[in-house]
């Protein structure tokens, strides 16, 4: 099954690194991942791909009350740049079926 890519939604929260992002991700910027995948740093999308997969599932993760429904946040992996992101899926759950 081809991943359905719309529906989710990627926002940059917070950065707590001292460097710049080498992709320029800033504070606020939010990000449509089926347009704009092309323009997210590819070490954020190795982990943010994981929680993507898991919220189509329909994985519950922890989350405080600031966080929505069927949203998770991540660290980038980036030890020098620290951003934090949030990824929102609001799309149906993905019913697998297997064989």
Request: glycine share 8%.
């Amino acid at each position: 099954m081809q991943a359905n890519n719309e529906n989710i939604r990627i926002t940059v929260l917070e950065k707590r690194g001292k460097r710049g992002c080498d992709y320029c991700h800033r504070v606020g910027d939010v990000y449509d991942y089926a347009e704009d995948a092309g323009r997210l740093c590819p070490w954020m999308l190795t982990v943010a791909n994981m929680y993507i997969s898991k919220l189509r599932d329909g994985h519950k993760f922890s989350r405080g009350p600031e966080i929505p429904e069927g949203a998770v946040t991540f660290c980038c992996p980036d030890p020098r740049v620290m951003n934090i992101f949030q990824i929102e899926y609001t799309g149906e759950i993905e019913d697998k079926v297997h064989d």
